[in-house]
């Protein structure tokens, strides 16, 4: 998230439940708004205690049985803002301090944190080795979602994978035996014959 989309934030919702506050106190009156607003405070303390020893036991749980806990660290995260929330004056606030401490909302919140946001940052950060979406297509570069490849003997390399061209020695086009590169006649000195065996060689010696 940018600094300004963040100050943006950080300035938007107090006004935000400051205002919200002015509407439920010239209906309910100050007095059971200041009330109603130490109530949620205490009752999202509550819960926060409860939800954080219980993500506690279950990070512990999965530590001994030697399971990554990815799913607690993201609820804890989670349960800090929500604390922080909570702790805020204000209805608005205390609202989004319960969405983060319930369970029910909690779950479906940490799967988008995950899906949009930590998988997206481990992958631009691994290459795509944390979640195994590894580039294999080829070599990247030619502005079609392609991979741009490379030639070597009038063989292509790392295409797009799509057909038999992107392999060496395939319908002709490689450096293979049955290649265009030893078929033309304007190659033909570049191919050596390597036929040699033992016996030509101890023959040689005694003679």
Same mark, same amino acid.
């Given at each position: 998230?940018?600094?300004? !989309?963040?100050?943006?934030?950080?300035?938007? +919702?107090?006004?935000?439940? /400051? $205002?919200? &506050?002015?509407? #439920?106190?010239? @209906?309910?009156?100050?007095?059971?708004?200041?009330?109603?607003?130490?109530?949620?405070?205490?009752?999202?303390?509550?819960?926060?205690?409860?939800?954080?020893?219980?993500?506690?036991?279950?990070?512990?749980?999965?530590?001994?049985?030697?399971?990554?806990?990815?799913?607690?660290?993201?609820?804890?995260?989670?349960?800090?803002?929500?604390?922080?929330?909570?702790? !805020?004056?204000?209805?608005?606030?205390?609202? +989004?301090?319960?969405?983060? /401490? $319930?369970? &029910?909302?909690? #779950?479906?919140? @940490?799967?988008?944190?995950?899906?949009?946001?930590?998988?997206?940052?481990?992958?631009?950060?691994?290459?795509?080795?944390?979640?195994?979406?590894?580039?294999?297509?080829?070599?990247?570069?030619?502005?079609?979602?392609?991979?741009?490849?490379?030639?070597?003997?009038?063989?292509?390399?790392?295409?797009?994978?799509?057909?038999?061209?992107?392999?060496?020695?395939?319908?002709?086009?490689?450096?293979?035996?049955?290649?265009?590169?030893?078929?033309?006649?304007?190659?033909?000195?570049?191919?050596?014959?390597?036929?040699?065996?033992?016996?030509?060689?101890?023959?040689?010696?005694?003679?």
């Amino acid at each position: 998230m940018r600094p300004r !989309t963040l100050l943006a934030l950080l300035l938007v +919702v107090p006004l935000v439940d /400051a $205002l919200f &506050l002015i509407v #439920v106190a010239t @209906r309910l009156g100050w007095a059971i708004t200041v009330a109603l607003v130490v109530l949620t405070a205490v009752l999202g303390m509550l819960l926060l205690r409860a939800e954080g020893r219980a993500t506690l036991a279950r990070m512990q749980r999965k530590l001994a049985r030697g399971e990554p806990p990815t799913d607690e660290l993201l609820d804890g995260g989670l349960l800090i803002a929500a604390g922080a929330f909570l702790l !805020t004056p204000g209805l608005v606030t205390d609202a +989004v301090g319960f969405l983060l /401490a $319930l369970p &029910l909302s909690r #779950v479906p919140i @940490r799967m988008a944190v995950k899906k949009y946001l930590v998988v997206p940052y481990i992958d631009s950060e691994t290459g795509g080795f944390a979640s195994g979406n590894v580039y294999i297509g080829g070599f990247p570069g030619n502005g079609d979602g392609g991979g741009a490849g490379f030639t070597m003997g009038g063989s292509r390399f790392g295409g797009d994978g799509d057909g038999p061209d992107d392999y060496p020695g395939a319908n002709g086009s490689g450096s293979g035996p049955s290649g265009d590169r030893f078929d033309d006649p304007d190659h033909a000195d570049d191919v050596v014959d390597v036929d040699f065996t033992v016996e030509d060689e101890e023959s040689k010696r005694t003679d």
